[in-house]
Structures are given as C-alpha cells and as structure tokens.
C-alpha cells in the first residue's frame, strides 16, 4: 500500500525566502505525482504535475522534481511572498490505479 | 471554464439522518472522484467513476455509504445513518482520463451533532 509523507509538517519564513518542500512516497511504481496549494477552509488548487517518465516541471516561482528511484519528489518556492502561505500537499497516483494518496500536507506560513 | 462545482457547501445534520452531496463535474471529464478529508489530513479516496459505472469503490469506509453517477456527468454521494465520525470535508474531483491531472471542486463541509 502507497505512503506519501510531507516533510516538514509545518514552515515559517520571511518574504523573499527561496524554500523547498519534500515529499516521500514509499511505492516507486507511481505513474505520476502532483502539487497541490490548499487555502484554509477551501478546496485544492493544482500547481504542478509530474509524469513518472519526467525529472521535473516547472510552472513561475514553482519547481517540483521527481526522483522515482529514492521515492521522494520536492517542491522549491523561490523568493517566496505572503501570498504564498496555504498548506502544499503532495499526491502520488500509482500505476494500475486511477486514484490519489496523499501526505498530510506542509503548512507554510510567509511574513511580511 | 466552469470547475468542479459542489453543493452544499456546508451541511450541518443530526446523528443517525440522511444526507446527499452533489458534484458537477468539469464537463466533458469522464473520471470523477471523491475524497474525505479529515482535520489536519490528506484526502482519502473513497470512489472513483469513469463514466456512469463505479470503477473503483474500495475507499467507501462502509454499507453506510453510496454513490451514483446516473448519467456520466453529475455525482451524488449519499450517506445513510449518520455518525458523528462522518463529520469531514468531502471533496470531489474530475479528470479528462483516468490517470489524467485531477482538478478538485471547493469541498462539501459535513457536521453530525
């Protein structure tokens, strides 16, 4: 059974912090992992989708990779800002299977 | 265009009534899912459709628990009998094909008293 854990559980910095987000998954037979952003008390927004045949995407600010070999992907937030701060989850959606496991997400808090 | 659109967006019941949860999906997405997530969780999957037929309903916790896809477009999640334990955030999400980016409506925030 798929594990994804989200490391760390939470993170404060301040405006302009370049930061990454780590994610795990202990199934490498995955056929893709996707980033979400979730606001407080509103529904996921997806940031970025990677294929398992792909090493990495990359959408402004945000650049995930994927290493399938280790299990672990990574979110990195560059010159972070308060607009950023909302909870980031990661979900790895495995071969064979059409739906999602998720972490328990990281919560990012940004200050001005 | 329109996302995933669901409703209500709050419903407060009481232990042991019946309640519905409706999601429209994107349109034209013949794979719609739905999760639960609980406090300070990740969503779980509960049941995934693609189009009318239940392709995979493992998540569903227990008999308690059901939904329908009638016509390959709207879903409704309908559970029976209440429990305080129900209490979460059901979320529902479509996706072009089914292995597909998955696009997530705003969540149904369930309350049993």
């Known amino acids: ?112 | 265009g329109a996302g995933v659109s669901q409703t209500p967006s709050n419903k407060v019941t009481e232990k042991g009534k019946y309640v519905e949860l409706r999601c429209d999906p994107i349109s034209g997405h013949t794979a719609l899912y739905w999760y639960r997530q609980s406090l300070g969780q990740g969503p779980e999957f509960l049941i995934y459709f693609q189009g009318t037929g239940a392709a995979d309903d493992s998540g569903l916790p227990n008999d308690r628990f059901f939904a329908v896809r009638p016509e390959g477009s709207v879903s409704t999640l309908k559970i029976q009998r209440t429990e305080r334990g129900d209490s979460a955030v059901y979320l529902c999400a479509s996706s072009p094909v089914s292995v597909g980016e998955q696009f997530f409506g705003p969540g149904t925030r369930l309350t049993v008293l």
């Open chain 1, 1 to 112: 059974k798929q594990e994804v854990t989200q490391i760390p559980a939470a993170l404060s910095v301040p405006e302009g912090e370049n930061l990454v987000l780590n994610c795990s998954f202990t199934d490498s037979a995955i056929y893709n992992l996707q980033w979400f952003r979730q606001d407080p008390g509103k529904g996921l927004t997806s940031l970025l989708l990677i294929q398992s045949s792909q090493r990495e995407q990359t959408s402004g600010r945000l650049n995930a990779s994927l290493d399938k070999s280790s299990g672990r992907s990574t979110l990195y937030i560059a010159a972070s800002q308060p607009g950023d701060s909302a909870t980031y989850l990661c979900a790895a959606l495995n071969s064979g299977y059409s739906t999602l496991t998720f972490g328990k997400g990281t919560m990012l808090l940004v200050s001005p």
